[in-house]
């Protein structure tokens, strides 16, 4: 299978895709991941100029990484201490000899580098992982997708918690969260044509909720809501517009 063919195949099942360099990862695109499509018409587009590149999927929407690279002793021995607490999710094989652990989506988890330990990385909102299935290694448990251990969450919060930040809720509630969470930004993600304004506006007001529940941060919300109205098509501008009306408004 090509690039191409591979990434019109992601497109299909409404993954949004973008080219990255076969070098150095980095996006061909200027705007990275934020150029994500399912489009079919650009995405043939963009591989016909460059018929080579890795296919970038961006992270945060409909799922977080752990990004483990066993080069590094550091990553390598953490693995080895750790992995028996990490529960089966899909995971791929990397071009390094590491892999990616693929979780549900949770809004803590960010874009690190290092944090855990040397060699390994985060990606959530605001980055993206390349599709190594696409370059034909292998992946195990693809139709696993569980939340990402506690254990790891913690490690990548800060030590203390500053003055006046939201206390996180019991942990008896974390999972229900989660799951309404991540209802509602799949169902931002994947509106259609002619009702993503108003889908965006119905998720922003759900996010609202949940900010004045304090589930969430006003921050993490909006940045969220975004991120998935502008993967149907949506300027970010227009985007950004409509859900913070729907916050400003604060309608039911």
């Known amino acids: ?38 489009d079919y018409a650009t995405i043939k587009r963009l591989w016909k100029r460059w018929p080579l590149a890795l296919i970038g999927v961006p992270s945060g929407i409909t799922f977080v990484a752990l990004d483990i690279d066993l080069q590094h002793a550091e990553a390598a021995r953490w693995y080895g201490e750790n992995a ?4 089966f999710t899909r995971k791929h094989f990397t071009r390094s000899g590491g892999f990616h652990l693929l979780f549900a989506p949770d809004a803590r988890v960010r874009c690190t580098a290092g944090r855990i330990a040397l060699g390994i990385d985060t990606r959530g909102l605001g980055g993206y992982v390349v599709w190594w299935l696409a370059c034909g290694f292998s992946a195990t448990h693809q139709n696993l997708l569980v939340e990402i251990p506690e254990f790891v969450v913690e490690a990548l919060l800060p030590s203390a918690q500053p003055p006046g930040t939201m206390t996180p809720p019991a942990v008896a509630g974390l999972r229900d969260i989660r799951f309404r969470l991540y209802g509602i930004i799949r169902r931002m993600a994947t509106a259609r044509e002619g009702e993503r304004n108003s889908v965006t506006f119905w998720g922003a007001c759900r996010l609202s909720e949940m900010v004045d529940a304090g589930e969430l941060t006003q921050g993490d919300a909006i940045g969220l809501a975004v991120e998935a109205a502008s993967r149907t098509g949506l300027s970010r501008q227009e985007a950004e517009r409509t859900v913070r009306s729907a916050f ?3 309608m039911l």
Do not use: Q, W, Y
């Open 248 to 250: 400003e408004r604060g």
């Open 84 to 87: 028996s607490n990490i529960p």
């Open 1 to 38: 299978m090509s690039m191409l063919d591979a990434a019109l195949a992601l497109a299909a099942e409404g993954t949004p895709v973008f080219p990255c360099r076969a070098d150095n990862k980095r996006p061909l695109v200027a705007h990275g991941f934020k150029e994500a499509t399912t």
